[in-house]
C-alpha cells in the first residue's frame, strides 16, 4: 500500500484485507463495519453508506478512482453520512443481506454494491456501480448522494417507513420454510434437475444459458452424477461437452494452468480475468470425475495443470491458500495474459513461435483489445500435441513472470480452503501425485494451527493476524475437505477433527427443523438470520454441510449427524422441487444418504503392493457417493465401525464392499473388485 502525498489514512487503518487496504488513503472517510461506526451514524443521526466489494473485482477498482479518489464527493460523503467499506469474502453475511435488498430494490444487483441504511441499519436505497457523473440517462454519484442528504433531510419518516418495509421483505426472501415429515430429497428431484439443465443446454457451446457464462461446476456434477446413476447418454454428453469447450476457450488460461471467473461470451473465449480460488477448487473435482465417467486425457492434464497454478501462485508459505488474482495489471484488465506474436517470438524463437501461435490462434489482428487470448477453440490438444507445447508453454510462463504482475489477494479463508483441500485430496486419489496430498495436508494444518480456536473456526487470517467468527460455509467447507483429506490418506486425525467441526456445526447452526443457518446462534445480531440454501458461485453450505455429517456418519457411525442431515434432506424437498438445478450441492448431499452408497474397506499393510493394488482399483470407478477406508491392523486397533469386522483373506490383502453395513464376500485381486463396484 502506496500512500498519497499529503494524506492521512482513514479508519481503515489496522485492518487486514487487501481490500479495505486498497481505500486507506481514500479522501473519503472510510470506516470498517464495527460499533464505532453504527453507534457514530446513531450519535450524529446520519445515514450510512455501506461500499461492498472485494480485492480482485475490476468495477469496484474503477469506481474507487472515479469516485472514492475524488475531493469534491469524498466530501459530500463525509459530510452527510457515516461511509463503511465492506470485504464481501470476510462478511458474506453483511453482503448477502444487503444484496438481497438492492435485487428487491433494483431487480438486479452485483459489485461493488453501494446501499444507503439508516442509523439502525435498515436499507432504504441502493445500486450497484455509479458513474461519477449524469451518462446516458443514468444519475452520477454527486447527484444521488445529494438527492440522497436532502431527502433525509425533509422525508426522514417516510424513509423510516419505506426501510422498516424493506427490511421486513428482506426478511421473508432469505427465510426458507422447512417440511416436516414426508420423503427426503432425492433420484425424483436428480431427474427433475437433469431435465431443467437440458432445456437450457447450449449444444454448440456448451454451459447452460446465453453469455456472460460462469463455470457451471455444480451442474455438470449433478449430470455426472445422473448418468452414472441412470445410464443416461444425454447427461453424459452435456457435462462432457462443456468441460471440452471450457477446457479449449481463453477462460482456461492454456499457458499457465487455472480458470478465470467467467467468459463474457459464449464461446468461453474472453474471461473476465480475475483468477478467484474457489474457481480452480471447484473445477478441479469435476474434471476429475470426468475423467473418471470418460477417460479423456484432457481433463487429467486440466486438473494437473490448475493444481499447479494454486500451488505456484495461490499458497501462502505457511502452508494455506490466497484468494485471488485481480483482473487488471498496469491499469488494463488482462494484460498480464494476452500475447502478440511478436512476444511470442521473441520468448521462443521463429519456428517454435509460429508453431505456438498457430495452436493458440495467436495472430496479428488479436482477439482481445489488439492482442489474442491464447485457446484452442478448434479443437483438443492430444497427448502428442500436448508433450510438445509442455516445454514451450514453460518458457512462455517464465516471460510471462517479467511483466508486471496483477495484483493479489493474500488473504487466507477458511471456506475456501475447505474447498481447495477437497480438491487437492480428490485429485490425489485420482492421480496419485504426491506433491498433491502433500498441498491438501499443508493447508489442512495451517488452518488447524492459525484458523480453529477453542473449538471454534474464523474466518481469515492475513500474515499472522486470524479473525472474525466463522460462518456455516467455513465449518461445513473444511469438514467435507477433512473428510476427502482422510479418505486420501487414512489419518485418523483428520476424520475426528471433521467430526468435531460437524458437532460444532448443528450445534451453533442448526435450526432445529432440519436446515442450517448462515451465521451461529451466538453471532452478532443483524437485520435478518439467512439460512443457505441454493447454490450461487460457492455451493450452498446446507448442501456442504448435509454430505460432510452424511459422510462422517458413514465412518463413524454417530448417528446424531446423519439424522441432522437427514433432517434437512426432508426439510429442504418443496424448496428443491420447485426449482432442482438449483440445489444441486443439496442433491449431491441426498446421493449420501442412500442405503445403496458403497462403503469400500481395504485390508493389509499400508505399504503393501496388494494393498496398493486394490486401493487404487477402488479409487479408479467412478462412484458419485462412496465412503472408503483403509484398515491397517499392523497400525493398531480401530474402534471405527465401518472397519469392525474386516480381515485378511487368507493371509492376503482384502476388499469389502458392503451397502447399509451389509458386506459382499471379500475379494483380494483388483479385477474382482472392480467387478464389484460396477454391479
Known amino acids: ?205 456448451g454451459g447452460f444459458g446465453p453469455a456472460p457464462k460462469f463455470p457451471p461446476h455444480g451442474a455438470i456434477g449433478l449430470l455426472l452424477r445422473h448418468h452414472a446413476a441412470t445410464g443416461d447418454a444425454a447427461s453424459l454428453a452435456m457435462a462432457a461437452g462443456t468441460l471440452d469447450r471450457m477446457a479449449r476457450g481463453g477462460m482456461y488460461d492454456q499457458i499457465g494452468g487455472g480458470f478465470a471467473r467467467y467468459s463474457v461470451d459464449e464461446r468461453w473465449l474472453v474471461p473476465h480475468f480475475e483468477k478467484m480460488l474457489y474457481d480452480q477448487a471447484l473445477l478441479v473435482p469435476v474434471y476429475t470425475d470426468g475423467w473418471l465417467a470418460t477417460g479423456k486425457p484432457a481433463y487429467r492434464r486440466v486438473v494437473l495443470e490448475t493444481l499447479d497454478f494454486v500451488r505456484r501462485e495461490l499458497t501462502d508459505p505457511e502452508g494455506g491458500f490466497w484468494s485471488s488474482l485481480d483482473a487488471d495489471s498496469e491499469g488494463h484488465e488482462g494484460r498480464f495474459y494476452v500475447w502478440s506474436p511478436a512476444e511470442v517470438e521473441a520468448a521462443l524463437g521463429t519456428g517454435d513461435g509460429t508453431f505456438v501461435c498457430s495452436t493458440y490462434g495467436i495472430d496479428a489482428r488479436g482477439n482481445f483489445e489488439g492482442k489474442s487470448i491464447p485457446n484452442r477453440l478448434d479443437g483438443e490438444i492430444d497427448d502428442a500435441l500436448a508433450a510438445r507445447l509442455r516445454p514451450l508453454r514453460a518458457k512462455l510462463l517464465a516471460a510471462r513472470k517479467t511483466r508486471v504482475r496483477p495484483a493479489t489477494d493474500d488473504k487466507v479463508l477458511t471456506a475456501w480452503n475447505g474447498l481447495m483441500i477437497s480438491a487437492f485430496a480428490r485429485a490425489y486419489q485420482a492421480f496419485g501425485r504426491e506433491e498433491d496430498l502433500t498441498s491438501a495436508r499443508r493447508a489442512a494444518d495451517f488452518v488447524r494451527r492459525a484458523l480453529w480456536k477453542d473449538g471454534r473456526l474464523l474466518v481469515a487470517w492475513r500474515r499472522g493476524t486470524a479473525q472474525l467468527p466463522a460462518y456455516l460455509d467455513d465449518y461445513a467447507f473444511f469438514a467435507r475437505g477433512l473428510v476427502d483429506l482422510y479418505e486420501a490418506d487414512f489419518d485418523r486425525r483428520d476424520l475426528d477433527d471433521a467430526a468435531a467441526i460437524a458437532r460444532a456445526l448443528v450445534a451453533h447452526f442448526g435450526d432445529g427443523a432440519g436446515g442450517f443457518h448462515f451465521t451461529a446462534d451466538d453471532h452478532e445480531a443483524l437485520l435478518a438470520r439467512t439460512k443457505s440454501t441454493w447454490d450461487g458461485a460457492l455451493p450452498a453450505g446446507s448442501g456442504v454441510a448435509t454430505e460432510a455429517l452424511l459422510r462422517i456418519g458413514l465412518h463413524t457411525g454417530d448417528k446424531a449427524l446423519s439424522d ?109 473388485l472392480g467387478a464389484a463396484l460396477r454391479r
Open 1 to 205: 500500500m502506496t500512500a498519497t502525498p499529503n494524506r492521512r489514512p482513514n479508519h481503515l487503518a489496522g485492518q487486514t484485507s487487501p481490500y479495505l487496504l486498497q481505500h486507506l488513503y481514500n479522501p473519503v472517510d472510510w470506516y470498517p463495519w464495527g460499533a464505532e461506526a453504527l453507534a457514530k451514524a446513531k450519535r450524529e443521526n446520519k445515514p450510512i453508506f455501506v461500499s461492498i466489494g472485494y480485492a480482485a473485482c475490476h468495477w469496484c477498482h474503477v469506481m474507487e478512482h472515479e469516485s472514492f479518489e475524488n475531493d469534491a464527493i469524498a466530501a459530500l460523503l463525509n459530510a452527510s453520512f457515516v461511509p463503511i467499506k465492506v470485504d464481501r469474502e470476510e462478511r458474506p453475511d453483511l453482503d448477502e443481506i444487503y444484496m438481497t435488498a438492492v435485487q428487491l430494490m433494483t431487480g438486479q444487483g452485483g459489485w461493488p454494491l453501494n446501499v444507503f441504511l439508516t442509523p439502525d441499519g435498515k436499507p432504504f436505497f441502493g445500486g450497484t456501480y455509479f458513474p461519477p457523473e449524469d451518462r446516458a440517462g443514468r444519475r452520477g454519484f454527486p447527484g444521488i448522494l445529494e438527492a440522497v442528504r436532502d431527502a433525509w433531510a425533509s422525508r426522514r419518516d417516510e424513509i423510516a417507513g419505506s426501510a422498516d418495509g424493506l427490511a421486513a421483505h428482506i426478511l421473508e426472501a432469505t427465510q426458507v420454510p422447512a417440511a416436516s415429515g414426508g420423503s427426503p430429497v432425492g433420484s425424483a428431484e436428480d431427474a427433475q434437475a437433469a431435465a431443467e439443465l437440458a432445456r437450457r443446454y447450449d449444444p454448440h457451446w
Open 564 to 672: 441432522a442431515a437427514g433432517r434437512t434432506l426432508v426439510a429442504m424437498r418443496p424448496s428443491v422441487a420447485r426449482s432442482p438445478s438449483a440445489f444441486a450441492a443439496l442433491l449431491a448431499a441426498a446421493a449420501y444418504g442412500s442405503a445403496r452408497v458403497p462403503e469400500i474397506v481395504i485390508v493389509g499393510p499400508r505399504h503393501d503392493p496388494a494393498t496398493a493394488s486394490l486401493l487404487s482399483m477402488a479409487r479408479s470407478v467412478y462412484l458419485p457417493a462412496r465412503a472408503i477406508a483403509l484398515c491397517d491392523r499392523s497400525a493398531g486397533a480401530s474402534d471405527l465401525p465401518l472397519l469392525e469386522g474386516k480381515t485378511l483373506l487368507s493371509g492376503r490383502p482384502a476388499a469389502y464392499v458392503c451397502r447399509s453395513s451389509v458386506c459382499d464376500a471379500p475379494v483380494s485381486t483388483p479385477d474382482a
